[in-house]
């Protein structure tokens, strides 16, 4: 595989969820990576997208 990923790249969903959960748990990642100071450069904010 080539090239980076993200954080929104890495959204599991767990057996038996559906995919709105797990989009919700990588928004809440990425907003406390935001405050940790990761950033994504190149990527839009997980936090513009909501």
Known sequence: MSGAL????????????SAAPALGD??????????WGIADSGRPSAISCR
């Open 6 to 17: 993200s954080l929104l790249d890495l959204s599991p969903i767990s057996e038996g969820s």
């Open 26 to 35: 990588t928004v809440d990642l990425a907003r406390q990576a935001e405050q």
